[in-house]
């Protein structure tokens, strides 16, 4: 590295804008190249901080409206995307879509990107592209007496959830999607129904991004498939698993997947829940490792947060507007004999033809203030927020500026399984009640984040009996699991409760899909973390019948409207909300954005080679 290269590099430091590793990145980057220009460096480490914070690529629209570091004013600046193009293409390391370098600058979209990140981009779209179109699964006279027999005319509400069954009944994959409650499990239950009385030796695999999201879609799908009419009942495996253990990846991410192009799935037919967690790695190694004859259906709420890792793969896949091409309509009325119109609008996004969105809430029919309010912070209006959240006609939802009577909320709805605690009660029994409710936190840090209020929980739990004995463990604290554990049968997302077992012996119990209790010694756990309060992240794929929902006093770039919706949706008959009406204001005003050039890739096959167009 040059002098001039690492006094820049110090002089990113003392910004404090990047963390370690996107300025290491830059300068082994500096190391390899002593004519690498700041600028590039500056350009090398955004990206690294825009992988970490969750986006496929930089857009370099947006970094050339970005103000200059204010640095060195001597160091030459590019003044616009096509300058930064003409200096990005000078760099040994930047390659054109389709060379093999660490990275690649497509400069017909204006994107930049780490090489894996395009790769992994471009080969999710091939594998879509290929999948998307007609593929019948069986004649239209067998398709169309199934779905006529399971979404019967006269049920004006199963109309969508009919026309999703029927994509999945004619197409290699089907992307359904909708917020809580509006049938997804209900209408893959009945999908499933179609596509097995059609061909029944198919292979059938459920799969969910966390263990915790599995062990729900097996409970919920398992009741929906007993709710079929009895002619059409249908066996799929009892068991849902999680991505990873499913395609076989072990930690690291190092080795191939045990099942990979050249070693597919054995499965004809698989449904995935939470799609919106999945990102894009592991959906392209989903994909990839599918067979080319098999059924995909994806099932998600593309508005929830997006996934950890790099991506918003549901939310680009969703990119499209809704309704289908001409084509695709005259097909599905040939099919199902049903009546409907093509979209107006024009859009080559193949998967619109393969994706329905459920819009109708069944579940909240007891509670329509969730359901209104959801669709107010889904819909970012801070106004009819506000209104729902401090009015006295949706007694269901309420929410209040000061924290003072959160503790005591706390305990309220805590208190069923304080209750059981101090009564003793059988340990099945204490896990269901805690399970009933859940204090979300939008952060991890700060006196409102989950570390400072797990400690004022405990703290105030201790003060009135409730947690009795010193240290770690305490009879009736809740355990988070962070991270699989194959060996003590946990997986990341777990929570369970130290309780005493007959003898008196502190027990970790966890709850089954199943309702039984899995027990193991509390010196067996691994990495955990107490659970009284939890980050919203952590409960997306988990649902509970009152939230209490805690934002932090100070505002964030990740208080986003997506969080707001995840944390509301957690809530199945109750939400109690405590923070300051500008801070939910900023947050509903901020979406959570990713840059991706996915919607792209699926629309237009990459021109290997590349040509500008600024
Ligand atoms: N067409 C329908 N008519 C009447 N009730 C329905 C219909 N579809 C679903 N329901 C009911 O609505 C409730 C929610 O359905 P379901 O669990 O399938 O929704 P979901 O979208 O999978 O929810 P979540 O995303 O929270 O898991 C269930 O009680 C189900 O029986």
Known sequence: MTPAQAAWLRALRNLGRFEEFDLQLAGMFARQDPQLPESAMWVIACLSQQIQRGAVCLTLAGLAAETPPAVNPSVPWPANAADWVTLLRRVPAVGVPGQIRPLVLDGSSGRFYSYRHWDLEQRLARELRQRAGWAPVAEARVVRRALNALFPADEPAASLQGLAAALAASGRITVLTGGPGTGKTTTLARMLAVL??????????????????????????????????????????????????????????????????????????????????????????????????????????????????????????????????????????????????????????????????????????????????????????????????????????????EPGLMMEQVLAGYAPYLDALTAGTAAAEVLGRFEQFRVLCAHRAGPFGVDGLNARIEAALRRRGYLLGEGLWTAGRPVLVTRNDPGARLANGDVGLILPDRSGRLQAVFRRSDGSVHAISPARLGAWETAFAMTVHKTQGSEFDTVLLVLPSEDSPLLTRNLLYTGVTRARRRLRVVGPVEIWESALARRQQRASGLGDALRRPQAIGDHECY
């Open 196 to 401: 097995l009385h059609a061909r029944p030796a198919s292979r059938v695999a459920l799969v969910a991004p966390t263990g915790k999201a599995a062990a729900r879609m097996e409970e919920a799908l398992g009741g929906a498939l007993a709710r079929l009419p009895a002619q059409w009942r249908v066996t799929v495996p009892a068991q849902a698993t999680t991505l990873h253990r499913l395609l076989g990846l072990r930690p690291g991410a190092a080795h191939l997947p045990r099942f990979h192009p050249a070693h597919p799935l054995p499965v004809d037919i698989l449904a995935l829940d939470e799609a919106s967690m999945v990102d894009l790695a592991l959906m392209t190694r989903l994909v990839e490792a599918l067979p080319d004859t098999a059924r995909l259906i994806l099932l998600g709420d593309p508005d929830q947060l997006a996934s950890v890792e790099a991506g918003a793969v549901l939310g680009d896949l969703c990119e499209s507007p809704l309704g289908f091409s001409p084509m695709q309509a005259r097909r599905l009325v040939e099919l199902t004999g049903w009546s409907m119109s093509p979209a107006t609008a024009r859009d080559d996004h193949p998967l619109r033809d393969h994706r329905v969105h459920l819009t109708h809430n069944h579940r909240f029919g007891d509670s329509p203030g969730l359901a209104r309010l959801a669709a107010a912070v889904n819909g970012g209006d801070a106004a009819a927020v506000h209104c729902l959240l401090t009015g006295e006609g949706e007694p269901e939802v309420s929410g209040s500026a």
